[in-house]
């Protein structure tokens, strides 16, 4: 069945490493979301794509974060130096968006990377 | 299981009786509203969406209403089952704009059997 595939599921990794998490969003959808999740913060928007061209990332720290879509298939999602702040739970969503002509419609997650920074 | 805020809204309700989970939204301009549930180690699942040109919207078991005037939504679930629990989050995008998904802060809903 169609579903966002996230990889990795889990990161443990030292301060000031680089880190990418990947996404596959579902085939079709030509809108991708990374979304943060904290105990304190919730869930936060990082960055979002539509036919793979980077709409907002306003969320998104810029000097360490960066968010690319290679193709279509592929989104990702990099920090680099990671420090331990960005601990977090990191969610890639897919959906459709407006230009489909049916209007805004849900967005589909991953199971998401749960990243920790020592 | 992983909570979502240090101060995030509860809700208790016992099996078999009606929750009600209510959301604020805030951007007046918001045209597009979803629920979302999110089970522990999960990613959010939707459960039920409304467009700004209705008021209320029904699913198996759920029934989202919303109320422009106040900018106020509300999640009912019938015949609360022990699946149910979860944290449960409101999101708004407004289609105008710039198309973000924006999500509230989430309310946890726990069923006791």
């Known amino acids: 069945d169609a579903r966002v595939t996230q990889t990795p599921r889990h990161k443990v990794t030292e301060m000031g490493q680089e880190v990418t998490m990947r996404c596959q969003p579902i085939?079709?959808?030509?809108?991708v979301f990374w979304y943060r999740q904290t105990m304190m913060q919730g869930l936060e928007l990082l960055a979002y794509f539509r036919n793979r061209a980077p709409l907002d990332d306003s969320g998104m720290p810029k000097d360490r974060f960066s968010a690319e879509m290679p193709d279509a298939t592929l989104a990702t999602l990099k920090i680099q130096p990671s420090e331990p702040r960005d601990s977090a739970v990191y969610f890639c969503?897919?959906?459709?968006?407006?230009?489909?002509?049916?209007?805004?419609?849900?967005?589909?997650f991953g199971q998401g990377t749960r990243l920790t920074v020592v | 299981g992983e909570s979502v805020g240090l101060h995030l809204p509860t809700l208790s309700v016992q099996e078999g009786d009606n929750s009600i989970i209510n959301c604020a939204y805030s951007n007046s301009a918001s045209d597009y509203f979803i629920w979302y549930k999110q089970e522990s180690g999960k990613g959010p699942q939707f459960i039920i969406d409304i467009r700004s040109n209705m008021d209320k919207r029904q699913g198996q078991r759920v029934t989202v209403l919303l109320n422009k005037t106040v900018k106020h939504l509300s999640l009912q679930i019938a015949a609360t089952q022990p699946g149910d629990s979860a944290v449960y989050f409101c999101?708004?995008?407004?289609?105008?704009?710039?198309?973000?998904?924006?999500f509230g802060k989430g309310t946890k809903l726990t069923v006791n059997p």
């Open positions: 999101a708004e995008n407004s289609q105008g704009g710039s198309e973000k998904l924006v």
């Open positions: 085939l079709g959808h030509n809108t």
């Open positions: 969503a897919s959906g459709l968006g407006q230009k489909t002509g049916r209007g805004n419609t849900e967005a589909f």
